[in-house]
């Protein structure tokens, strides 16, 4: 498989590259129980015994995890099946649980005034609490809706919703009835939410009437109009709308619901469904290096362990913890760590619908004091915006009570990791860099509070059931010596991994297993230093992460190419301080076509039309021609390298059908004529 390990900025903060990597032993006051509760691992020996274990024996480690974090209506008998080699990975074969139970109702039986969710809402002074008890009676009128609505068993439900308790309650009734949830970021726009909507074939959708988020209104229901608007395209028989602002929108007769009027007659009571312990418990649309969005498919025991058991070990949660993660409900770090996993273990998960800089960017320091939150979790983009904007804004409030911080997303630079654990940490908190995917259904490699000592920027070690290898990306070999890079691969199943692509199992297949033969692949490049420490060096392949958004080449260039006027575009990520990465898109145009003022702008709507505003390229440069091989491929490490300033170095560009047209780019790029 021809992947190159240096054609990601990233790669260009190699920590190999800086020598003087400085380590951070365990904050004392993590193992002093007169001052916090102890770690649930509290030595490396221990550590290391686990994850022995975990990789060597998985049956017995997983059979017992499982069955000590999990609820089970029926026992499983085979702990693990299945292999990579044949795509047919499984676990908890036999055995039946339900997804909604483990997470409402057997906390709201045994505490159910307990609370469940905060939800800190847009305006600071807008908090809801809701207990167990609360969730659990709406979550049961929720499913009776569905139930009312034809939803059955297996029958996929879309969700298009701003950050609110009844998006958690629609996901959890759809868990409970055992219908699949897909859920779309709020934040896509009506074609990319039709895309998802069709790809699924949901009869279903779940909206609101508009969202809030830094003082101003999303049109959800707008969009969600706009979306369905090709009735040819879709199956969608109802639209279930919650009125979170009050604004007027229209309602289409039959096919419209108002939430409130559906709950206000539906009963608090529902049974459950057991489900199998592989039935799809949701899809989640990730992006990847070609074609369309792939509905990446996870089932129901493996996902929810994998969930509930990083939330316990690496953010090290107690039944009475206040645990608060950053990210949006629309990727999966808001499926794994807002709902799944803080809520299976019967924990307080606050909900924040806001921004990090609204009204101030005291916002996220304000919210840890008022709510007394133990473990917080966010992105290095949040964490460099708020470091920039200046010390003063952390130091007012009382952060006493955190214990674990968490980042993730994309590589977190050291000095956005070091201001993090000194201004936020205050140095008495673990640091924990957490790397996964929407693939991986939870964190596989990160440092655990009570034991490892970490290194900033490196996500450190392997989480229990992840053996993660290096490859030669030339000739597939295991790279087994220290501080050279390769292709991060995981050479064994895991529980809760991604088990297909929905409708298209042969591309999941084509994606992760067959391009090195006997691994899961990643996509990402990494480095392992001389302490087995990983270090991420960012994707591989077409994928690029702008502030932990993950986007494919291949779509941008795509909603590009819809413009009248384009000829060919050609899309790669550039290195942005900021935002990680950020999108340069080069786009020629027709023959006979002058690009005039403002045609830049004019793609980049084009872009934020189709795609959505988090996609909007940076830079748009208008070329004559891309850089081609004879063959017509475009050699976008070219472009990379140009928009990174290294075009004194670009390595042999001897392929190149023209070579003319590398001193045009450069001067599209940097003004300078060759
Ligand atoms: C959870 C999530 C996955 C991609 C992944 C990486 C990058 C995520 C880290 C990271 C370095 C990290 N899911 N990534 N976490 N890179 N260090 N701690 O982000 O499917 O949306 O993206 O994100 O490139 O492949 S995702």
């Known amino acids: 498989m021809p992947h190159s390990t240096d054609n990601n900025s990233a790669a260009q903060q190699q920590p190999d590259k ?30 290391r015994r686990m994850w022995k274990e975990s990789v060597e024996e998985p049956e017995k480690f997983f059979g017992n995890l499982a069955r000590d974090i999990l609820s089970w209506d029926k026992p499983f008998e085979t702990v693990k099946h299945g292999s990579f080699d044949n795509g047919d990975v499984a676990w908890f074969l036999e055995g039946e649980l339900n997804a909604c139970y483990n997470a409402v109702d057997r906390h709201a039986l045994k505490n159910p005034d307990k609370i469940a969710i905060i939800h800190e809402g847009d305006e600071p002074s807008n ?16 499913a009776n809706v569905l139930k009312k609505l034809g939803v059955r068993r297996g029958d996929n439900v879309a969700i298009y919703m701003p950050m ?21 970021f709020a934040g896509f726009s009506a074609e990319s939410l039709l895309d998802r909507v069709a790809d699924c074939g949901a009869h279903i959708v779940i909206t609101s009437d508009e969202g809030r988020r830094g003082g101003r209104n999303i049109a959800t229901k707008c969009i969600v109009d706009t979306a369905l608007s090709r009735q040819e395209a879709h199956q969608v028989e109802h639209v279930i709308v919650y009125k979170r602002t009050g604004s007027e929108v229209p309602m289409m007769e039959n096919r419209d619901l108002w939430w409130h009027e559906e709950m206000a007659n539906a009963r608090p009571i529902c049974s459950y469904e057991k489900m199998s312990a592989e039935d799809p418990l949701f899809l989640l649309y990730t992006s990847g290096s070609t074609g369309a969005p792939k509905g990446i498919v996870h089932t129901t025991g493996g996902y929810l362990l994998g969930a509930a058991a990083t939330v ?73 915006a708020l470091q920039r904007l200046g010390d003063k804004w952390v130091e007012q409030n009382d952060l006493s009570t955190l214990r674990v911080i968490g980042s993730v997303g994309e590589p977190i630079n050291p000095e956005a990791w070091n201001w993090y654990n000194e201004k936020v940490g205050k140095g008495r908190c673990a640091v924990v860099d957490t790397y996964w995917q929407t693939e991986t259904g939870s964190i596989i490699i990160s440092p655990l ?18 053996k993660p290898v290096l490859l030669d990306p030339s000739t597939g070999k295991v790279i087994e010596g220290p501080h050279q890079s390769g292709v991060l691969a995981i050479s064994q199943a895991w529980p809760s991994m991604a088990r297909s692509v929905y409708n298209n199992h042969s591309r999941f297949i084509e994606t992760y297993l067959r391009p090195y033969p006997g691994y899961y692949f990643t996509g990402d490049g990494a480095m392992r230093d001389e302490d ?38 050609a899309v790669i990520g550039g290195h942005d301080d900021l935002t990680g990465q950020c999108i340069h898109a080069f786009v020629s145009v027709k023959p006979h076509i002058k690009a005039t003022e403002g045609f830049d702008k004019e793609l980049t709507l084009v872009v934020r039309k189709t795609i959505g505003p988090f996609a909007a390229p940076k830079r748009v440069y ?25 075009h004194d170095q670009l390595g042999d560009i001897s392929t190149l059908a023209d070579q003319t047209v590398v001193p045009s780019i450069i001067e599209a790029v940097h003004g300078i004529k060759q």
């Open 312 to 384: 316990k070990y690496i953010f090290d949660v107690r039944e009475d913890d206040i645990y608060a993660c950053m990210a949006d409900i629309g990727w999966v770090t808001g499926h794994s760590y807002i709902l799944y996993g803080p809520l299976t273990l019967g924990a307080t998960t606050v909900l924040f619908e806001s921004t990090p800089t609204y009204p101030t960017p005291a916002r996220f320091w304000e919210l840890i004091d008022k709510h007394k939150v133990t473990q917080f979790y966010t992105a290095p983009t949040a964490i460099r």
């Open 164 to 184: 609110i308790p009844e998006t958690l309650i629609a996901t959890l009734a759809c868990a409970r009835i055992g219908a699949i949830h897909s859920i779309v």
């Open 622 to 646: 208008i070329v004559n021609a891309h850089p081609k091989t004879r063959s017509g491929k475009i050699m976008r490490r070219i472009l990379r390298k140009i928009v990174n300033g290294e």
């Open 18 to 47: 800086k020598p003087e990597v400085v380590v951070h032993p365990v904050p004392s006051r993590l193992l002093d129980s007169q001052q916090c509760p102890t770690p649930h691992i509290t030595s490396m020996d221990e550590y």
């Open 449 to 466: 509070p009570g034991c490892t000592p970490t290194k900033p920027g490196s996500a450190t070690l392997p989480f229990f059931g992840i």
């Open 532 to 569: 087995g420490y990983i270090w991420i060096q960012g994707r591989v392949d077409d994928v690029i992460n702008v502030s932990g958004h993950r986007l494919s080449t291949a779509e941008i260039e795509s909603a590009l190419n819809t413009h009248e006027s384009v000829a060919e575009a």
């Open 127 to 142: 908090v809801r609490r809701i207990t167990y008890g609360e969730l659990y009676r709406d979550v049961c009128r929720m």
